[in-house]
């Protein structure tokens, strides 16, 4: 195996730590913003709870894990239908929520151990649930890359869209070094380019933007008053179940990545602890769930710096350029039709992770537990399956679908050897 360039807790030089935690920054920097833009919350809070999220993460786990935590996509449709509900704080407790979640498994895997979660959670549960997140989200992706501001179809917008879809594409297929790891960043900045030139851009509110702008933050008891609904619970706590097992799936991964067993030190308890307080602190202020990043875990593999300082630098400047105003003015200048376009292949690439879990844990689709299981969650989720007790209690779509593949993982026997 290859000496690490920079190894954990090695302190890099002031012109290497910059480089390098720049290159982070910029790994994370266009799905982290495309979650709000989808989702209506502001991009610059989610910079902003991105980097404290990062930062409590690290001091969580002792400094072992070099890791970046940004945006989760597994949140996008709860998050807009929980607004749609109660508005934008009646998402942010339900963040809180699902952050709380986490907690208390850590707590349990901390006294139990880890096992119990791996047999609740199998790869044939979780597998078409991260595919129902990716293909719910279709229907989304193509609107914005097709129709204008009032629902209609545009042909500007639509070849707006898949140029932008065809750079990202290219930079993923063909880039190679730094370009190969910031491939959607540079979709969107080879799609913004396309979009001025057909005059979907404006730049009067760049030109208007303060250098220094506080966000407006959502904040309980300061600008909207706290409050619980099972509705809420219903549509962003299930949810966890998704993100834990994406959480668990990135541990394995960055342990294979770094050399290290991160299940024994400092622990999966203490990882998933950092995860959920994470997502608790960024709802305490309006930005969304947070999640590890493949994508710079990724960026480890390949420049085999694993420094965890290089995650506190890119921390630091994402807490940083969320309160520049106008960095927060440009990404709002953003063409919708552009974020489409990066959004046709993120989201399909999220359902084709799902079908990879399954594929990397050999299922067997031959045997007929499978195939009912995964049948079912993919149906209940994609098709936007409902239940309605009351005028309150209800469960639907991911939620609904990832619940009951649990418990027909549960419930369901396993075939015998030899059937």
Known sequence: MQKPALDIHEIPSPGKWFLL????????????????????????????????????????????????????????????????????????????????????????IKRLGSGWIMKLLPSVVVGPVIMVIGLGLAATAVNMAMNDADGKYSLTNFSVALVTLAITITFSIFGRGFFSIIPVLLGIIGGYAFAYTQGLVDFQKVIDAKWFAVP??????????????????????????????????HQIVLGNVINRDLFQKPGLHRSLLGDGVATMLAS???????????????????????????????????????????????????????????????????ASSGLRTMIDDKIDFGEKRNLVIASVILVLGIGGAVIHIGQSFQVEGMALSAIIGVLLNLVLPEAKKGE
């Not at 600008?223 to 668990?248: D, F, K």
């Not at 969304?288 to 990043?293: D, G, M, R």
């Open 284 to 350: 305490l202020l309006g930005g969304p769930p947070s999640v590890t990043y493949g994508e710079n875990i990724g960026v480890l593999a390949i420049t085999r710096a694993y420094s965890v300082y290089l995650f506190v630098g890119s921390a630091v400047m994402a807490i940083v350029f969320g309160f520049v105003g106008k960095i927060s003015a440009l990404i709002s200048t953003i063409p919708t039709p552009v974020m489409g376009g990066v959004s046709i292949l993120l989201f399909g690439i999220i």
């Open 21 to 108: 935690s720049i290159q982070h920054l910029f790994a994370m920097f266009g799905s982290t913003v495309l979650v709000p833009f989808l989702t209506g919350l502001d991009p610059a809070i989610a910079l902003i709870t991105s980097g404290i999220g990062t930062l409590t993460f690290i001091l969580i786990t002792k400094g072992q894990m070099p890791s970046y935590l940004g945006s989760s996509f597994a949140f996008i449709a709860p998050i807009i239908a929980a607004k749609a509900s109660g508005g934008p704080g009646a998402a942010m407790m339900g963040a809180f929520l699902a952050g709380l979640v986490y907690s208390i498994v850590a707590i349990i």
């Open 216 to 249: 407006d933050f959502t904040i309980p008891f300061l600008t909207y008053t706290p409050g619980i609904s099972w509705t809420i619970i219903l549509l962003m706590v299930p949810v966890a179940v998704v993100t834990i097992s994406e959480h668990i799936g």
